[in-house]
């Protein structure tokens, strides 16, 4: 967990994986829990853009102290996993989430 540890009560209704600006923006449904590698102050404003309940960064991928400050003032939790995407999605997904 990098931030929102008090928000993990949060409902889901599916899942997104992707590393894709344009896909995220035209697939990614609205309070989705969003996989992503990528890592630039971009993916807060994807993220509000479609209103993802929360990021969760795969391949131990680690997003700067900007990118935690805004995703703190737009409340959006962060979380991180050393995992592959498909693996994450993976698991998720076995678990009951379905895509967004």
Known sequence: MLWGKDRLELEVTGGFGCDLISDSLC???PDCLLLTGLTNIQ???????????AIVFV?????????????????????????????????????GLRSS
Request: glycine share 8%; charged share 25%.
């Open 43 to 53: 993916i807060i404003r994807i993220a509000e853009m479609i209103e993802a309940r």
């Open 59 to 95: 391949r131990g991928k680690v997003p700067g102290e900007e990118i935690i400050a805004q995703a703190r003032e737009k409340g959006i939790p962060l979380l991180k996993t050393p995992m592959f995407m498909f693996e994450a999605c993976g698991i998720l997904y076995q678990a």
């Open 27 to 29: 697939f990614a449904r």
